[in-house]
């Protein structure tokens, strides 16, 4: 008998400059979901949540989801392969919307490692740089942006536990 344990994120040394991770899986996004985020962030745009307006007032001449629910959804699918074992995420830099995102496109998104540095003060960390683009379903780059995550090395993190015992099966 064997017991697997999904991975979620990756320690520091299963970085290397220049890996690409495809995550996956895409998310389409719904006028519901942009609304619903407008609405929890107080972004009350009507650009955002006026159908007539952006018909009407904009270049577009349709709804455009706002640009912090695209990048919080690629940052999110990012997680697994990325930051799911990290200790904390350091810093955003370089957040781009290259084209807009409109109510039904669906994202996709994909990781490449920029740097790899093992910590000179802590030798049970170290600091990984990625970039991340997203994708729409027509593959037209949406949103880039880089960001530095603080990664336990492997033999150095702590032990996943779950809040019942290991003899669940009673085998």
Partial sequence: MAIFER???RYLEDFAVGDVYRHWPGKTITEADDHLFCMITMNHHP???DAWF?????VHGRNVVVG???????LG?????VSGAAIANLEVESLVH????FHGDTIYAESRVL???PSTTKPDRGVVAVETKGFNQDGVEVCFFRR???VWRRDEAPARRRPYGDDVWGD
Avoid: Q, W
């Fill in 148 to 150: 530095k995550v603080l």
């Fill in 115 to 117: 740097s790899v540095t």
């Fill in 54 to 58: 952006a018909e009407h007032e904009t």
């Fill in 68 to 74: 912090n629910l695209v990048y919080s959804l690629v």
């Fill in 7 to 9: 991975p979620f994120g």
């Fill in 98 to 101: 290259r084209h807009p995102t």
């Fill in 77 to 81: 699918m990012s997680v697994p392969d």
């Fill in 47 to 49: 650009l955002h949540i």
